[in-house]
C-alpha cells in the first residue's frame, strides 16, 4: 500500500525544478523495516556491547545506501565511501573512548567536513548541483554518526546493569512509535502537515501514546526511570521520532524516484531508518537528564 503524492494542479512542482509526479511515501514498507529495525537492535542491545555495534553497523550501511540511492544523491559513489568512513569513525570511538560521551563524535564530524569538500573537488567534470550534494552528503553524515550514541547510552547505564535494558526500551519505544504512526496514516492522515504530503498530526500524538505506554512497561522498573519518568521518556522519544519521520516524509517529498528499480526499493528503508538514527543522541542526552 503506498500513499501518491499527486503533482501540482499546475503541472509545475512546488520548488519550480523536480517532477512530483512519482513521488510515493510507502508506509507499509516502511512499517516493516521498523519492526525488522527496531526488533534488531533492542535485540543486540540486551545480549551486549558488540552484539549492539554490530546491529549500529548495519543499521548505518543500509541507512548510506536507502539515503545516497533513495535521494538520487549527486557524486553518489564518493558520497558512499564518505559516509561509510564518518559510520566507521563514530563506531571507533564511541568503543574505544567511551567515557568521552558524546564529544569524542564532535571529532568525526570536524574530520567529516574537511572529507565531504575534497569529495566535491575529486567529481571533476560530473561536478554539478554541488551544493545539493555537499548538504545531502552531510545529512548522511550526521544519520549515521548520531546513530553510535546507542552504543554510548548502554555505556552510560552499565554500571547498575541495566544498561541494555534502558537502550531495548528507548529503541521499543521509538520503533513502535514509527510503527503506530505508519498505520494511522494509513487510515486517516489528517490534520496533515501539509497538504501534498500524506502525513498527519493524529499520527504524531499516536506515536507519543504508544512510546509512553512501551516506556512504561519496559524503562519504569529501572531504578532511574520511577515516578513516571520511564513514561515520560517514552512518550517524548514517541513524539520526537514521529516529528523526525514527518520531516523524512518531505525529503522523499522534495526528491521523487524513477518508476522502478533500487532507487524506489530502498525509499522505505530511508524512512524508517533515518529517525531511528537522528533520534538517539536526542534519546541519550532525555535519559541522562532523567537520570540526573
Known amino acids: 500500500m503506498a500513499c501518491v503524492i499527486e503533482q501540482a494542479p499546475d503541472g509545475h512542482p512546488p520548488d519550480g525544478d ?37 546491529a549500529v553497523a548495519v543499521v548505518q550501511a543500509l541507512l548510506v545506501l536507502a539515503w545516497v540511492f533513495g535521494t538520487r544523491l549527486p557524486g553518489a559513489k564518493g558520497a558512499v565511501v564518505v559516509a561509510a568512513l564518518a559510520a566507521g569513525g563514530a563506531d571507533v570511538t564511541v568503543s574505544i573512548w567511551p567515557h568521552g560521551r558524546l564529544g569524542t563524535l564532535l571529532i568525526v564530524f570536524g574530520l567529516s567536513l574537511p572529507v565531504m569538500f575534497v569529495h566535491q573537488l575529486m567529481r571533476g567534470a560530473a561536478r554539478l548541483r554541488i551544493v545539493e550534494s555537499l548538504g545531502a552528503v552531510a545529512m548522511a553524515v550526521v544519520g549515521v554518526v548520531a546513530l553510535p550514541a546507542l552504543l554510548q547510552l548502554r555505556h552510560e547505564f552499565s554500571t547498575s546493569s541495566t544498561g541494555g535494558k534502558v537502550v531495548s526500551g528507548v529503541v521499543a519505544a521509538a520503533a513502535g512509535a514509527l510503527i503506530v504512526g505508519y498505520l494511522v496514516d494509513l487510515v486517516m492522515p489528517a490534520p496533515r502537515f501539509d497538504p501534498a504530503v500524506a502525513r498527519g498530526l493524529l499520527a504524531v500524538v499516536a506515536s507519543a501514546g504508544l512510546g509512553g505506554s512501551v516506556g512504561h512497561l519496559m524503562l519504569e522498573n529501572q531504578a532511574n526511570f520511577l515516578a513516571g519518568r520511564g513514561t515520560f521518556v517514552g512518550a517524548a522519544v514517541g513524539a520526537l521520532v514521529a516529528f523526525f519521520a514527518v520531516a523524512t516524509a518531505f525529503i522523499e517529498y522534495a526528491t521523487p524516484v524513477p518508476e522502478a528499480g533500487f532507487a524506489r526499493r530502498v525509499r522505505p528503508v530511508l524512512s524508517a531508518l533515518l529517525p531511528l538514527s537522528l533520534l538517539a543522541p536526542v534519546a541519550f542526552l532525555l535519559c541522562l537528564a532523567i537520570r540526573a
Do not use: F, K, M, Y
Not at 523536480?18 to 533492542?42: I, K
Open 18 to 54: 523536480l517532477p512530483q509526479d512519482n513521488v510515493e511515501l510507502n508506509h507499509l514498507g516502511s512499517l516493516v523495516v521498523a519492526v525488522l529495525a527496531g526488533a534488531g537492535l533492542a535485540w543486540a542491545a540486551r545480549t551486549s556491547a558488540l552484539a549492539l555495534l554490530i
